[in-house]
């Protein structure tokens, strides 16, 4: 019985991933916390200055881990869709509904420190561009995602429907990158490149990479909690949430 | 396969001509809509030769939308849906056949009068021919994107909004590609990869959107 399969599959049911969740948010939570104050302190301390933008460049740090954040958690969704759709298991849909709000807030969280970094260094809040225009773009495939869930009552056909819907999302992300820069660069020169100075510092590098491992860790915990929630919200009849330590005590 | 194709594609066209106001609705709606910016903006004929392509596409856009719930939900509301999900041939290229009705009701109408108002926005001859030919490349693609939604949000409450919100970021790839052909040749440039880049998504969809859509309507006759 305990084969190597069923040794990883058993975690598919809601009562056996629900305490493993709660352990992993802890350890997950404090390597978020550890390499969030170790990417700071490189980030703010460590990293020189940077020769055409000063000290105004530093909010990189937070704003290129958000957007690849923002892109891969999309990814994830779709993952977990697809498994929803292709196995019917209850907590792959669970962990695509409990994704879409921190993917959301991520891509927002670039969108807003994009526009911060760019009025001082461009002296325009927004433009145009290729990127901008598919992250913003991203964000509303996100919202469509979580409007598209809260609009079905019941949560199966939630779930399923909005599997279907993230993973149309996927396919079109791709387009969407592309056609945006097409239509950007035949419309007008490229006045504003994103593509940093190749001398990017190496201490710079080191605090992007590490904040970016901090907004992993964050999010895996964010979503984990997340899915614990639904699965006591789902699960609420179940025999096995009434014999829960927290919900006795 | 076939006689089932053109059986529903005929039933379809045939309920969109008992009932002539919804599609006229929606293509007065694209006529008034194309018409009020000029209204807007001013009537400056280089303001309006540049923006015309965008504005009428837009329009197009908004018009599909106008009427896409109604592809699947009288027949989801009457039983219909559920006896063509029963039936012996695939339930996609039944759904095939719904979408291309959709097209040549809503669709196709915006192709034929899109070079007539293009008119009004200043637009000379060649423009004129290529905006119209974007949109026949580009409408059945609204009409093949649209159906995921309007299955998706088969019987929900807030349908409309919600349909408006799931589909028109879904489009933006189409109205980039299809605006895109008439400003380059505009600026004198080769428009023929956008074209291309219209069809190939166009063949894409054709593909798998009915696909989806027959999921999507299954999970909301479940």
């Known amino acids: 019985m305990n084969t190597p399969t069923t040794r990883w599959t058993r975690y598919a049911s809601p009562a056996t991933f629900y305490p493993l969740a709660g352990r992993l948010i802890r350890v997950f939570s404090w390597l978020a916390v550890i390499f969030c104050a170790a990417g700071l302190w490189v980030g703010f301390f460590v990293a020189p200055p940077d020769v055409q933008q000063g000290e105004g460049y530093r909010i990189i740090f937070l704003h290129v881990p958000a957007s690849w954040m923002s892109m891969f958690i999309y990814l994830v969704m779709a993952f977990w869709s697809a498994i929803c759709l292709g196995f019917n298991t209850r907590l792959s849909g669970m962990m695509a509904a409990a994704l879409a709000p921190t993917g959301a807030l991520f891509t927002a969280l670039a969108l807003i420190t994009g526009s911060l970094w760019g009025e001082p260094m461009w002296g325009t809040w927004w433009v145009w561009d290729a990127r901008l225009t598919s992250e913003l773009i991203l964000l509303f495939l996100y919202l469509g995602v979580m409007a598209l869930r809260s609009a079905i009552d019941d949560p199966r056909r939630a779930d399923r429907a909005s599997s279907v819907l993230a993973l149309v999302g996927v396919v079109n992300i791709p387009i969407i990158y592309f056609s945006v820069q097409w239509w950007n660069t035949l419309h007008q020169g490229a006045s504003i490149s994103f593509r940093h100075a190749p001398s990017m510092a190496m201490t710079m590098f080191a605090g992007i990479l590490l904040m970016s491992v901090a907004a992993w860790m964050y999010a895996i915990a964010v979503a984990l909690a997340r899915v614990r929630t639904i699965i006591l919200e789902r699960e609420g009849h179940a025999e096995w949430v009434a014999q829960l330590e927290e919900i006795t005590a | ?222």
């Open chain 2, 1 to 222: 396969m076939l006689p089932a194709l053109i059986a529903i594609v005929r039933r379809e066209m045939l309920l969109a001509l008992r009932r002539r106001s919804d599609a006229m609705t929606s293509l007065f709606f694209f006529v008034v809509v194309v018409s009020l910016f000029p209204l807007g903006i001013g009537p400056e004929p280089d303001v309006l030769r540049r923006i015309g392509p965008g504005v009428l596409w837009v329009a197009a856009l908004l018009s599909t939308l106008l009427g896409l719930h109604r592809l699947f939900a009288d027949d989801y509301a009457d039983g219909t849906l559920e006896q063509l999900a029963l039936s012996p041939t695939p339930f996609s290229w039944l759904v095939s056949g719904k979408i291309l009705a959709h097209w040549t009701v809503t669709g196709l109408p915006l192709v034929l009068l899109a070079p007539l108002l293009g008119l009004q926005f200043d637009l000379d001859g060649r423009a004129l021919g290529l905006l119209a030919f974007s949109l026949l490349l580009g409408t059945p693609l609204l009409s093949l994107i649209g159906a995921i939604g309007a299955a998706l949000t088969l019987g929900l409450r807030g349908g409309g909004a919600l349909l408006a919100l799931l589909v028109l970021p879904l489009y933006v790839p189409t109205l980039i590609f299809g605006t895109g052909a008439v400003a380059a040749q505009a600026a004198g440039l080769d428009y023929s990869s956008h074209l291309a880049l219209l069809g190939a998504m166009l063949a894409l969809a054709s593909f798998l959107s009915p696909l989806a859509t027959t999921s999507a309507v299954r999970i909301a006759l479940e």
